[in-house]
């Protein structure tokens, strides 16, 4: 029975992860317009933020339950199939434009933000207290000081539509936010009791199934903003997500007792996590694009890397 029901909650989810990310878009772009941010800022933090929320629902309900590999194994993988596969994904399918503001100061904050955690994780061994308070410090100031330095940028640009009223358009988000939850914990849940039914380990869960199944809102959120030609939402949201999901989610989890990190987590995963992080300024180029044979590599990347993780689940 248990395993009918978590077919029906993972076909649920993505119904609602399809809605979600649908209405997020909408209320964000319509955002950007009313506040004359540009959609790059609007997407490397609200829709960020929204995308990032299964994460950590998932990773708080981890770390309550004692499943620490599961909560930190969520992060680091979630953060690699954010890059390998939801990017190379997209590009693939239409090539994407970045916009300047991701190269010269999101994608920096988030190569900082990543060796820190690496650096933690393996000097460490486990993410204290102290730390993750840092972390959580950070996401404010990140926060704060994104949307304070994009506010009346150029790259706003002029936007002829009609404005959407102020209540709707945060009616939308809250409404997608709402929804991409929902449906992430769901497809999470589900896959997670079939994983179980198979017997694979909490770690591996953690860096495939809970990672990829959390990172559904951003690949909807992303594959349907390149659909739609909003590059700059796509590409940040990725960016925003795993800064975000570095300080807001280990960052609040941690707050809560240490989050020690399991060996294998810190002997290979964070590396690849930062080496997918590092490689991407090469992905994009001076042309600040991120084209077809990119995404092709990124994807391929993390395919290897998928391979890696079954290989040793098997053993």
């Known amino acids: 029975m248990i395993l009918i029901l978590a077919s029906f909650a993972v076909i649920g989810g993505l ?9 997020l878009i909408l209320g964000a772009c319509a955002l950007a317009r009313r506040a004359r941010l540009p959609e790059a800022v609007i997407g490397a933090t609200i829709v960020a933020a929204g995308t990032s929320m299964p994460e950590l ?8 339950k ?5 909560a930190v194994g969520n992060v680091v993988g979630s953060n690699s199939f954010n890059i390998g596969a939801i ?9 994407m434009a970045v916009a300047s503001v991701i190269a010269k100061r999101d994608w920096w904050v988030m190569m900082l933000v990543t060796i820190c955690c690496c650096v933690a994780a393996v000097t460490l061994g486990a993410f204290p207290v102290w730390v993750c308070a840092l972390f959580t410090v950070g996401f404010i100031s990140y926060a704060v000081w994104s949307v304070r330095s994009g506010h009346g940028s150029e790259e706003a640009g002029d936007h002829p539509a ?26 999470v849940w589900g896959s997670i009791e079939l994983a179980k039914a198979a017997g694979v380990s909490d770690a591996i869960i953690g860096l495939t199934i809970v990672a990829a199944g959390t990172s559904a809102p951003e690949l909807m959120t992303s594959l349907l903003a390149a659909r739609r030609g909003q590059h700059q939402i796509a590409v940040a949201n990725i960016v925003g997500s795993n800064t975000f999901n570095i300080l807001l989610i280990l960052g609040v989890t941690g707050l809560f007792g240490t989050l020690p990190v399991a060996a294998e987590i810190a002997h290979r995963d964070v590396w690849w996590m930062l080496g997918f992080t590092l490689i991407l300024p090469f992905i994009w180029g001076r042309r600040l694009i991120i084209g077809r044979i990119g995404g092709g590599l990124l994807l391929g990347g993390y395919l290897i890397y998928l391979g890696l993780l079954i290989r040793s689940a098997l053993h």
Request: hydrophobic share 65%.
């Open 15 to 23: 119904v609602l992860l399809g809605i979600g990310a649908d209405r």
């Open 57 to 64: 629902v998932a990773s708080l309900t981890a770390a309550f």
């Open 66 to 70: 004692g499943q620490y590999g599961l």
């Open 87 to 95: 990017l190379g994904l997209v590009a693939l399918i239409a090539p």
């Open 162 to 187: 009609k404005p959407m009223a102020l209540g709707l358009s945060a009616l939308w988000i809250l409404l997608g936010i709402g929804l991409l939850t929902a449906g992430g914990w769901a497809l």
